[in-house]
């Protein structure tokens, strides 16, 4: 009887080291804390597999990794107070297009993916519902987003403007607003000069030229760059521009509401209980 108890009782002590050491091992995969949610080395190990497939491969990865999966814990829980919850339908729509973009992801790594755009779209809702309607632009603000559109794409407009090649920089020197395109095109003769008048689409010129007469104001010369100046005659808007002024309202809205949510996160961020167990990872706070 009594070796039957001393074979329970090693039994039990074997089952209780390994119950501890399991444990042990556990709280050491525990990299950190966010509000109580815990934070392992597989949730960060697929975030980094997450992020590189993404395309962002920075050389601290890890430290940002775990920086990213506290900023959604922090979305999270903001949106929770305004009953903010993604819907599975829209949820799975977007991890469908993810999935599209990214392609196959192992378990942990789609997990990842899941718990982040439920994060984002959190928190779309949240900008929507009480950023975006108090945000004021201005006609400076509107005509910036509309010269950064003219720059990276060009619109679809039709723009005729003055190019003179070969100027000396004291010859643009004496170029001085013109009344009309005729105007600068008979300036730019008297100094000896050939100017070219030309048409097209905005979006079919050169970068190099849309980058110029970005923002240009008409009949104002630009300043002289590879001995050449350039002047807008005029645009005229095309049936492909359609509602693009209301767009372009709405993205530099949408620029001011994205830079007011991220201040907004920073706050919510430095209220947020995060507690960092493993000293590497100090720099994700």
């Known amino acids: 009887m009594k070796e039957f108890f001393k074979k329970i009782n090693l039994a039990f002590v074997c089952a209780l080291c390994f119950t501890l050491y399991a444990l042990a091992a556990n709280a050491a995969s525990v990299i950190a804390t966010v509000n109580g949610n815990p934070v392992t080395d597989t949730d960060i190990t697929s975030r980094v ?6 395309g962002s491969t920075p050389t601290n990865n890890r430290i940002q990794a775990l920086s990213n999966i506290i900023d959604d814990y922090v979305r999270l829980a903001f949106a929770e107070n305004f009953k903010a919850t993604p819907t599975d339908s829209d949820l799975n729509k977007e991890m469908k297009n993810l999935e599209s973009r990214l392609g196959a992801m192992d378990a942990p ?17 949240i900008v929507g519902r009480t950023i975006i309607p108090t945000i004021k632009v201005s006609d400076d603000d509107i005509q910036a987003e509309k010269a950064d559109l003219e720059r990276t794409h060009g619109l679809p407009v039709d723009v005729t403007f003055v190019r003179l090649l070969d100027i000396p920089a004291a010859a643009a020197a004496k170029l001085t607003a013109p009344k009309s395109c005729d105007g600068a095109i008979g300036m730019a003769k008297s100094l000896g000069g050939d100017p070219q008048k030309i048409t097209a689409k905005e979006y079919e010129l050169s970068p190099d030229i849309r980058e110029r007469i970005a923002g240009l104001p008409l009949l104002t010369w630009s300043p002289v760059s590879d001995r050449s100046v350039l002047l807008v005659c005029g645009k005229q808007k095309t049936k492909e521009y359609g509602n693009l002024d209301e767009i372009i309202k709405q993205n530099a809205i949408f620029k001011r509401a994205m830079f007011t949510a991220d201040q907004q996160l920073k706050q919510l961020r430095r209220k947020a209980v995060v507690i960092i167990n493993d000293p590497t990872y100090k720099g994700a706070i």
């Open 49 to 54: 597999k997450l992020m590189s497939k993404q």
């Open 109 to 125: 790594t789609r997990a990842m993916a899941r718990f982040s755009l439920r994060a984002q779209i959190a928190w779309q809702i």
